[in-house]
């Protein structure tokens, strides 16, 4: 094999729910820089044009960098986008705001719902032919915008499975059911491989009786759906981002971090459940 290791194909994991702050590109980055501290090779590709998977990881958005938005228009590889993060085996394809135009010109352009994964194919494949394996990941994190539009379905259709992010407050549950339809159609009709690997609560506040209740509402309606580990509300995750850290690199001790850790570790035992079977 000349010392070449086979490159498998990586988990692809979409962050998404339609809402927005609920917590999606805070689990994008810590959970992705958890699954590195473990020895995973992690991408996080930041779908929002809003940037802050890419801001939170430290990399700097200057308006003519190569992104994730040139990716999905064929204008350059997911090799060519691709920065490190500075967190050992993490890596980030970032967004620029172009991506606020690239619903449009996604719609009259040619395999529009799977232009992201085709380029996440083509990059494993030449991975897999050069033996090089620094874009051999094993783990491949997608940040999807606040919103069901073409970015997030480029998302769906890449990905193996979606975490859902919930903030655990009164209407935590509206929307999801849009989401749980919109997740069915691309499993129907673009993606059958897709399926809901898990809903992460967050921003739960045990001092807060409604919190409480959501979480066990939730819980009551969506089963084993819902990982075991919340995400507490906690001032050290909402600092971070402003430092270009993620929490876990920031204060790893904080509660914040510690539950990402064990998120972490559940999500891997439940990947290797899901590949078993
Ligand atoms: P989304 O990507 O869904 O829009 P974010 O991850 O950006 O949501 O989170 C929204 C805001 O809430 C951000 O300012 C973030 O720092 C903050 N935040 C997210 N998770 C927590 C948490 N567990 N504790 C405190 N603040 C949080
Ligand atoms: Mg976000």
Excluded: W
């Amino acid at each position: 094999l000349n010392g070449r290791k086979p490159v498998s194909r990586p988990r692809v994991l979409a962050v998404a729910n339609q809402k927005g702050g609920v917590g999606k590109t805070t689990t994008a980055i810590n959970l992705g820089t958890a699954l590195a501290a473990v020895g995973e090779q992690v991408l996080i590709i930041d779908l929002d044009p809003q940037g802050n998977a890419s801001t939170g990881l430290g990399i700097d958005r200057a308006a003519n960098i190569a992104s994730s938005y040139h990716v999905l228009m064929g204008d350059a590889t997911l090799e060519d986008v691709v920065v490190q993060s500075g967190i050992p085996r993490l890596a980030c394809a970032p967004s620029t705001m172009d991506l606020l135009g690239a619903e449009l010109e996604l719609a009259s352009i040619d395999r529009r719902t799977h232009r992201l994964s085709d380029a996440v194919d083509a990059t494993m494949a030449r991975a897999a032919a050069t033996g090089d394996d620094r874009h051999a990941y094993s783990y491949i994190l997608l940040d999807c915008p606040p919103s069901l539009n073409l970015l997030t379905i480029n998302a769906l259709c890449a990905a193996d499975a979606v975490l859902v992010p919930l903030q655990c407050e009164f209407f935590a549950l509206e929307g999801l059911s849009q989401l749980m339809r919109t997740v069915e159609r691309v499993r129907t009709n673009l993606n059958s491989r897709l399926e809901i690997q898990g809903v992460i609560l967050t921003m739960f506040d045990r001092r807060n009786s409604l919190s409480e209740q959501v979480a066990q509402d939730v819980r009551e309606f969506l089963g084993d759906t819902v990982y075991e580990t919340m995400i507490p509300r906690n001032v050290r995750v909402s600092e971070a981002p402003s430092y270009g850290k993620p929490v876990l690199l920031y204060d790893n001790k904080c509660a914040g971090s510690q539950a990402y850790i064990r998120l972490a570790s559940e999500i891997i035992r439940r990947e290797r459940q899901l590949c078993a079977a």
